[in-house]
């Protein structure tokens, strides 16, 4: 079994900062990718940033310049820091993962309960 726990969601002013965090645990093989998207009231869920395992990054363009995603691979921990938060910003940040649970699996996605960002004019 797969799980995966954020942290550090929670209410702030524009123009703050927060940082999430999500680590991974049970049978883990190798993980491929761990990201970050999220879903607004009304809106699909959408990509905010994605770290492959030799570090390669991908963002959202709404996103670019603030927020930075990094991995630590010995705690199969993903983290986003998000500066210069605007209330467009305001959703439920879901971490995935990309991983194997076994040499011989396949590559399977596993989501995370989600974390509230709130951020306020």
């Known amino acids: 079994q797969v799980q995966l726990v954020e942290s550090g969601g929670g209410l702030v002013q524009a123009g703050g900062s927060l940082r999430l965090s999500c680590a991974a645990s049970?049978?883990?093989?190798?993980?491929?990718?761990m990201g970050w998207y999220r879903q607004a009231p009304g809106k699909q869920r959408e990509l905010v940033a994605i770290?492959?395992?030799?570090?390669?990054?991908n963002y959202a363009d709404s996103v670019k310049g603030r927020f930075t995603i990094s991995r630590d691979n010995a705690k199969n921990t993903v983290y986003l820091q998000m500066n210069s938060l605007e209330p467009e910003d305001t959703a439920v940040y879901y971490c995935?993962?990309?991983?194997?649970?076994?040499?011989?699996?396949?590559?399977?996605?596993?989501w995370g309960q989600g974390t509230q960002v709130t951020v306020s004019s």
């Open positions: 995935n993962a990309d991983l194997r649970r076994f040499s011989w699996s396949t590559r399977d996605n596993y």
């Open positions: 049970g049978s883990i093989f190798r993980i491929n990718a």
């Open positions: 770290i492959t395992s030799n570090g390669s990054q």
